[in-house]
């Protein structure tokens, strides 16, 4: 009997659904690290951090799309679920690179470190880390990425 070697794998902002159908693999920045989901995965449930997302997607829906090979999104804050070989990430926002402000980014970014040098309690700091943190993902994935 074949294994199967796709599962289903919603990935959600607040605001849009990134992607809903088929996939061979995921993986993304959690809170114990870079995570990597494929077909048959324990069940789990983890905190998301910001960073890049990346998924491998497969079948119809991808093909609907205009999808194929290695996608990335910058995700921000939100959750990972992996129950009975369904993979659902739920988070803040998600972008993908090509739709990202390199200078808006970089003007975030700015602010956030500015803020940070004003942070008064351990819970504004922590937001502040989160917004540069965030900042610094989207300038991150925003740049070129050069093949060898």
Known sequence: MAENTTFKLQIMASD????????????????????????????????????????????????????????????????????????????????????????RAKRAEEKAREELKRANSNRDHAMVEAELSRALSRIKASKPRHKL
Not at 37 to 54: D, F, K, R, Y
Request: hydrophobic content about 40%.
């Open 16 to 103: 849009h659904t990134v992607y809903d159908g088929e996939a061979v693999s995921v993986s993304l920045p959690t809170t114990e690290g870079s995570v990597g989901i494929l077909a048959n995965h324990s069940n789990i449930i983890m905190a998301v951090v910001p960073g890049t997302l990346e998924y491998v997607p497969a079948g119809e829906a991808a093909a609907d799309m205009g999808l194929s090979g290695r996608q990335s999104v910058v995700v921000s804050d939100g959750l990972l679920k992996v129950e009975n070989g369904e993979t659902m990430i739920l988070v803040d926002t998600a972008e993908r690179p090509e739709d990202i402000d390199e200078a």
